[in-house]
């Protein structure tokens, strides 16, 4: 969770002085979190991060705003060090179509939105938040009122990054988009579809039926860079990545959660005259921070 004013984000972890043994979102009396500031190596306490908002869900973080989905599946913002919240127009209901609102905040509502991320201005009511969401991954935005989506319907996108108040995309084919959703109509000012030196051969371990793949857009003044990571789906105790049948025991055939790993990352780093995706080997005196939030 980026705060606005560090390059260093936080990182939101289960309480340390946590009472209570079950962490319920429906209760926001058991839901404490401890934040953690990597710049200042120091623990904050967030005690009931939910209050006034009951069975609350967390879809994103970005420049210190916590973004939820309320029990209805309405959008609202957080902030995390004032407490301040900002409510959002609901999702319109052609991007929920065929299905209704009580249907997709019944059943949909935890994995609908794949990404949220936010531009900020100086003034919090002035915010951009940008959502990759459904089952095609499509992106819309909301430019504090009105709900907008991106008019190319044939891409399917897998990240998305704010940077210079303009929006970038991350194609699923490894294509780079710049959008201005500034204005009042989204207007798409670059579209790069670049090659990727070829890495098989380092790739080939993880490349199995039995991993997975996550591709991540970072995006500096200086560079823009798509990052790879592949995880092991299930892995034994040694941390060896096995079938999952392989987990499974006559004592427990039926485990709540299937350990997985990270075991490899590629980086690459975009040449736009040549238009390819060059190998990085180092990233030298950088950090990159990837997941679920926006990556930076």
């Not at 009472?19 to 934040?35: A, F, G, K, N, Q």
């Not at 190596?41 to 209050?51: A, C, P």
């Not at 991993?211 to 941390?239: A, C």
């Not at 736009?272 to 990085?280: G, L, Q, S, T, V």
Request: proline share 5%; with cysteine; hydrophobic share 40%.
């Amino acid at each position: 969770m980026a705060s606005p004013s560090l390059s260093v984000p936080y990182a939101i972890l289960p309480s340390i002085q946590q009472t209570h043994l079950i962490d319920d979102d429906d209760d926001p009396l058991t839901v404490d979190r401890s934040i953690f500031s990597l710049l200042e190596k120091k623990l904050y306490e967030w005690k009931n991060i939910l209050k006034g908002h009951v069975g609350a869900w967390c879809v994103g973080s970005s420049h210190g705003w916590i973004i939820l989905l309320d029990q209805n599946g309405v959008p609202l913002l957080l902030n995390s060090s004032s407490s301040t919240t900002i409510n959002v127009p609901p999702l319109p209901l052609s991007f929920l179509h065929p299905v209704t609102y009580s249907y997709f905040a019944e059943y949909l509502r935890k994995t609908f939105i794949v990404k949220a991320i936010m531009m900020c201005s100086s003034s919090p009511s002035s915010y951009i938040l940008a959502i990759i969401y459904g089952s095609n991954y499509k992106i819309a935005y909301c430019n504090s009122a009105t709900w907008v989506e991106l008019s190319d319907d044939k891409q399917s996108y897998c990240d998305i990054v704010f940077s210079n108040n303009y929006l970038y995309a991350l194609t699923q084919d490894g294509s780079v988009e710049v959008w201005n959703i500034c204005g009042q109509i989204p207007k798409r000012l670059i579209l790069l579809t670049p090659t990727v030196e070829a890495n098989y051969k380092e790739e080939k371990p993880y490349l199995g039926d039995n991993f997975s793949r996550n591709l991540y857009l970072v995006v500096s003044e200086k560079e823009i860079l798509l990052v790879t990571r592949f995880i092991g789906n299930f892995v034994n105790d040694d941390g060896l990545v096995v079938e999952e049948g392989d987990l499974l025991s006559s004592e427990d055939t039926q485990p709540l959660i299937c350990p997985y790993r990270t075991k490899y990352f590629t980086v690459y780093k975009l040449d736009i005259e040549d238009k390819k995706w060059k190998k990085m080997r180092s990233l030298h005196d950088k950090v990159l921070f990837l997941g679920a939030n926006e990556s930076v």
